[in-house]
């Protein structure tokens, strides 16, 4: 599980342009979204689902589906370890 | 405020869509309820089977060949094909001097792009340049790229050309092409119906897009108007919600601010308007936003339908070909009913019908909103009911200061601020940013050229002394260059060529509008947007441009921005103008 988080927060920081910020800045239970937390967008959302389907083969149709799974580095990737395919 | 202006009247539409060749062709399949949009299994033009609205490719050559347009690409025939027909309608000389072309296209020749190859055809000056030389025309095309609102804006830009006694007749063709660039991005977003759009129905689940292409004349002269009752582009605003460059606002405030400074314009009230046309693309947000913004301009009430369940979204094109439908509508005294709707799925109710439903109708009002953050809204009227709008004079303002960004060098107002030369474009605005000290995680998102022109404003602007001296509403942004987003086009492209899925966070930055909607984020601007494509910088016509709209009662600064990069080519030219009277 760990090696899993520490995998999301690079995929996450490599795909989503987080420059200036290194995994170890990246609470397991902080939220990703909104102000308070990484400040991910809806944009940013529908690229987590693309890094799901590539990564883990996990299909999310639609990105309101994603809401509570992309909550926190911890949802995600107690989602993934349940669901993953590949 | 200067003389009443002559009315602008609009005629002669001409129209190629997946459901006619001509504007009656199109009306008799929208008054016998036939959309265009059906399943689409086509390799060539996305690698899984999707529903869009298609023109009939057998007719699309039949009609070139007999034009004799095959040396043209498959645009640039639709551009011509209506456009001859517009002036055949008319009867106007489109060489004559007092005549221009303002072109609206989002993505113009793009299917010509490929990884390795990015030709001239797919620059947007050339297709202007191409289509102006075969119908004649005298005078350099003006070119709008500004997302979905680009038709709404082209009619706009139009007007007040005219308005301003710069031209008295202005054609105004408006174009799109369906091709795997386009659907592959918004299957990235995930914004495509699994059958047809249904705009503002409960059970709505996203748009379909289509291609078409429409065109219209513009002109003060009434011996070309051809229809039995004219009709007068009275006026129109553009506004920015700065929200998110690819999410409309969740209040409706942009939409709401530009229907109510198009009504203000035209000194209408609630009474003088009969019908809405919307843009109504069936997403779960654009339809929810829209509700909330005709239901704060008080015309909830009114008649309203949106026409994208027959047309699809047709990006550039549809606020130029929906512009053409509430002609009709105004002629024939029908609202046409919005295929595919049943029941109400907005908060803020409105009055629609699937049903075509007949009324005395004197007025309308067009809306359309895009990615960027965009809003744009006209109003059409029959003449007899037609107010007399003052003429534009052009408002006199003071160049403030200016940036300049190119080869590794900044220099505001021709001094040397910032420099560092034999770094690559992103390692030079890298650390150009870093100097700045700006914080704004926003930024690295950014494609290249929003860098740029993010970067070049920062020399100019401070959020807090915009916020101190100006309301959101008074600022104005008018962007130009000339390639438009092609770098970060051919990104995209490489991405979809490699078999891979599109990355929305790639493909939202394909329009070049969208580095003016992170500017309005970023500095809370909330005033016109308007981005212009010319094959160079044009300093007298984007300032001459700003005067003109810096002479109405609400806008009070404008900055000018001139943004083009392809690759280590970069320059930024832009200057802040407040007005002055």
Redesign the interface.
């Known amino acids: 599980m760990t090696a899993l988080k520490q995998e999301l927060k690079e995929a996450l920081i490599d795909?989503?342009?987080?420059?200036?910020i290194t995994p170890e800045e990246i609470e397991d239970a902080a939220p990703l979204f909104g102000d308070e937390g990484l400040?991910l967008?809806?944009?940013?959302a529908?690229?987590i689902?693309?890094i799901l389907?590539?990564n883990y083969g996990i299909r999310i149709?639609?990105?309101s589906e994603g809401k509570e799974i992309f909550y926190s580095i911890q949802t995600l990737a107690d989602y993934i370890s349940e669901h993953r395919k590949k | 405020m200067g003389n009443l202006l002559k009315y602008t009247y609009i005629t002669a539409p001409s129209l190629i869509s997946s459901i006619g060749f001509s504007v009656n062709e199109n009306m008799q399949n929208i008054r016998a309820y036939k959309s265009g949009i059906g399943e689409i299994d086509d390799k060539d033009i996305y690698n899984k089977v999707f529903n869009a609205a298609r023109i009939d490719q057998k007719q699309w050559n039949l009609a070139a060949a007999e034009g004799g347009l095959n040396e043209f690409t498959p645009l640039e025939q639709l551009f011509i094909l209506t456009l001859r027909e517009t002036i055949r309608k008319s009867g106007i000389n489109p060489s004559d001097e007092s005549c221009c072309l303002v072109l609206s296209t989002t993505k113009g020749n793009i299917e010509r792009l490929s990884e390795d190859d990015s030709p001239q055809e797919v620059l947007l000056s050339v297709l202007g340049d191409r289509i102006a030389t075969a119908l004649g025309l005298k005078n350099k095309p003006i070119i709008i790229s500004n997302a979905c609102i680009s038709g709404v804006s082209a009619l706009i830009v139009g007007r007040r050309m005219i308005a301003a006694g710069e031209y008295k007749h202005i054609l105004v063709a408006g174009g799109d092409l369906l091709n795997h660039f386009v659907v592959s991005g918004f299957d990235s977003f995930k914004s495509l119906s699994a059958t047809a759009c249904r705009p503002f129905d409960q059970d709505r689940d996203g748009l379909s897009l289509g291609e078409a292409c429409g065109s219209v004349l513009l002109t003060t002269e009434k011996d070309y108007v051809r229809e039995k009752e004219p009709i007068v582009l009275e006026s129109g605003a553009i506004t920015n919600d700065a929200n998110h460059i690819s999410g409309p606002s969740r209040t409706g405030d942009g939409l709401y601010m530009a229907i109510s400074e198009t009504m203000t314009e035209a000194g209408l009230s609630t009474d003088d308007i009969s019908f809405l046309n919307v843009h109504g693309t069936g997403t779960a947000y654009n339809d929810e936003m829209e509700s909330k913004a005709v239901t704060w301009a008080g015309l909830q009430n009114l008649p309203l339908n949106s026409l994208k369940s027959y047309w699809g979204h047709t990006l550039g094109a549809s606020g130029i070909i929906e512009t053409i439908a509430c002609m009709e509508e105004l002629l024939s005294g029908e609202v046409f009913g919005t295929f595919g709707y049943k029941n109400n799925g907005v908060p803020c109710a409105l009055n629609i019908s699937e049903e075509h439903r007949s009324f005395d109708l004197k007025r309308c009002i067009k809306t359309a909103s895009g990615f960027g953050g965009c809003n744009a809204a006209i109003s059409l009227a029959l003449e007899k009911e037609a107010k007399a709008i003052p003429t534009l004079s052009p408002a006199i303002y003071k160049i403030k200061s200016q940036c300049l960004i190119t080869n590794g060098e900044i220099k505001v107002n021709d001094q040397l601020v910032f420099k560092l030369t034999d770094a690559d474009f992103p390692d030079f605005i890298r650390a150009a940013y870093k100097d700045r000290q700006v914080d704004d995680r926003k930024f690295y998102k950014m494609d290249d050229l929003c860098k740029l022109g993010y970067m070049a404003t920062t020399f100019l602007l401070t959020v807090e002394e915009l916020k101190k001296n100006y309301n959101p509403e008074e600022i104005a942004l008018i962007f130009a260059n000339r390639s438009s987003s092609l770098d970060t086009d051919k990104q995209h492209q490489t991405i979809i060529e490699s078999g891979t899925e599109a990355s929305p966070a790639v493909f939202v930055y394909t329009l070049p509008n969208v580095v003016m909607g992170e500017l309005c984020i970023r500095y809370g601007i909330k005033g016109e947007n308007t981005f212009f494509i010319q094959d160079k910088y044009d300093e007298t016509f984007l300032m001459d441009y700003a005067s003109l709209i810096l002479s109405g009662n609400k806008l009070k600064a404008c900055l000018i921005g001139w943004c083009e990069l392809v690759g280590e080519k970069y320059e930024a030219r832009f200057s802040w103008l407040e007005k002055t009277n």
């Open positions: 795909t989503l342009h987080l420059e200036d400040g967008d809806s944009i940013d529908l690229e689902i693309l389907e590539r149709e639609k990105p």
